[in-house]
């Protein structure tokens, strides 16, 4: 049995990214983002794969929670103020996966169209238009994804990269 449960940890843990990138979603198919336990991702705060380590990001500015924040980005450090400066309230976030790659260098890319669908206050409104697809650059780092950086459309805000 331990034998079993090793193996496949290592299966799991070495597995390349390609292995674990999520499916394009169809267009017109959104998944959403709201307060805990009312959310369509169930690894929010685990970054077991890409997709995980993304949407505990989006969760993150979604629920004001620096602590997301850190446990998917090499800068998340900073997190907290930056959030502080922003908006208190929470909101809801409807997402798509609009593309999703492995790089030549090991990493994966997965870019996310989304639209902000109210505050957290009521029930999601999602009849708004979605941006362009956000591009998400992510590493495995001691078996656990973390968001690189991120890259908007152009003319779209630019969002912080970090380096």
Do not use: K, N
Request: proline share 9%; aromatic share 6%; charged share 20%.
């Amino acid at each position: 049995m331990r034998r079993t449960v090793a193996v496949l940890l290592f299966i799991v843990l070495a597995a390349p990214a390609s292995a674990q990138l999520p499916a394009v979603d169809p267009a017109g198919q959104y998944r959403l983002i709201g307060p805990a336990g009312r959310s369509d991702s169930r690894c929010i705060g685990r970054p077991e794969t890409p997709l995980c380590a993304v949407e505990t990001l989006l969760a993150c500015f979604a629920r004001r929670d620096p602590e997301l924040c850190r446990v998917v980005w090499t800068a998340g450090e900073g997190a907290a103020g930056m959030l502080s400066s922003l908006a208190s309230s929470r909101y809801w976030w409807s997402y798509r996966i609009a593309a999703a790659e492995q790089s030549a260098a090991g990493e994966a890319v997965i870019a996310v169209a989304g639209r902000h669908c109210g505050l957290q206050r009521g029930e999601p409104d999602c009849t708004t238009t979605p941006a362009p697809p956000t591009r998400y650059r992510l590493r495995q780092v001691g078996g656990a994804w973390q968001v690189l950086d991120w890259q908007s459309q152009p003319g779209e805000p630019a969002q912080p990269i970090a380096r």
